[in-house]
């Protein structure tokens, strides 16, 4: 049987969640390879700001998948463009580990009272 190929960042949260969904398909039968796929965003020395945020730490993997190079990618959903992009899918979103999100805000009090066009940043660690 070939190895299902996941392609993911090198970066430690990524390998984590990559891992993660790599244990739950060969737990359920699958032989699973990692590659890791560096991104514009993981080798540019350069700030978000200055190089754009859109699909930063995602582009290069999502290459891999349409060339075939890799059969899925794993991300985390922050770094993932709102628009859908063609001949890919969002298959799977797994459980989430904690749901202790939170939204630091100088002037609204909740998500819903952000005015409309708000630039909203994310991270992780």
Sequence with gaps: MASIR???RGSQLARWQA???AAELTR???AVELVTIATRGDISTASLREVG???LF???IQRAVLSEQVDLAVH???D???LPIDGLVLAAVPPRETTADCLLSRSSGDF???PAGATIGTGSS
């Design 6 to 8: 996941i392609g993911t």
């Design 19 to 21: 891992e993660w969904v």
């Design 28 to 30: 359920h039968g699958h």
């Design 53 to 55: 945020g859109q699909g």
């Design 58 to 60: 995602t582009k290069e």
């Design 76 to 78: 985390s959903l922050k």
């Design 80 to 82: 993932l463009p709102t």
């Design 112 to 114: 819903e009272q952000l």
